[in-house]
């Protein structure tokens, strides 16, 4: 499986934006890139997805290095809400499009 | 909205004794999926299922478990005879279809405690 290398830990203000990387230097030209987030005690949740472009939804913006070596997902005001662990997982399409979780990193929002 | 719903919410065992643990995924999703996370740890596959056959299932995935889907809106994984280190969260999923634009949805997840 594709690795994926994330910071173990970042902290944030309330209100403010967060930046939270990832790379992936070994990605290969059809892995998609996708962020999942575990809030405490929950099970994870989807976050965004992108294969090239820069993409944009209702919780996050997901920002592709033009060689795709890295992404950063952007969390555009952080709430308390957003305390979880963020994932970011290579993705193979095809591979039964199972998920395969790293220790991700775990996000503290101040208030 | 849509969800997928897990039961029960935290399991007690004796080690040794069979466990069913059950999921209802959503309603037309094609793929379903039981992954773990043990305290602590990361969230590990353990299977997947798809077209009423397992499709792919991870090396912990062995002999003591299985996986079933007995009418259509079931899902269950059993756990023949568990171990201490069984304890875990087990967390169940469901995907719509094929294709990169299908996200995963994961249930709340079921604690299992085997003592």
């Known amino acids: 499986d594709a690795k994926t290398t994330q910071p173990n830990s970042m902290e944030s203000n309330e209100e403010e934006p967060v930046h939270l990387p990832c790379n992936h230097s070994t990605i290969s030209g059809t892995d998609y890139i996708h962020w999942y987030r575990q809030l405490p005690s929950q099970g994870p949740e989807y976050v965004i997805h992108?294969?090239?472009s820069n993409v944009n939804n209702r919780m996050a913006s997901l920002a592709i290095a033009e060689d795709r070596k890295s992404s950063t997902l952007i969390l555009h005001r952080a709430t308390l809400r957003d305390a979880a662990v963020y994932y970011c997982i290579l993705w193979v399409e095809g591979s039964n499009y199972k998920l395969t979780f790293g220790k991700g990193t775990l996000l503290t929002v101040n208030p | 909205e849509p969800e997928v719903t897990q039961t029960p919410s935290h399991q007690v065992t004796q080690m040794g004794q069979e466990v069913i643990l059950r999921c209802v995924p959503i309603?037309?999703?094609?793929?379903f999926y039981w992954y773990r996370q043990i305290l602590g740890q990361k969230v590990e596959f353990l299977v997947s299922?798809?077209?009423?056959?397992?499709?792919?299932k991870s090396e912990i995935f062995d002999d003591q478990f299985s996986v079933e889907r007995p009418d259509g809106s079931n899902f269950t994984l059993k756990i023949r005879s568990t171990k201490l280190e069984d304890s875990a969260m087990y967390f169940c999923?469901?995907?719509?279809?094929?294709?990169?634009?299908?996200?995963?949805?994961f249930g709340p997840g079921t604690r299992l405690t085997v003592l």
């Open positions: 299922f798809y077209n009423n056959e397992i499709s792919e």
């Open positions: 992108g294969l090239t």
């Open positions: 309603s037309n999703h094609l793929y």
């Open positions: 999923a469901s995907r719509p279809g094929h294709g990169a634009d299908n996200e995963q949805f």
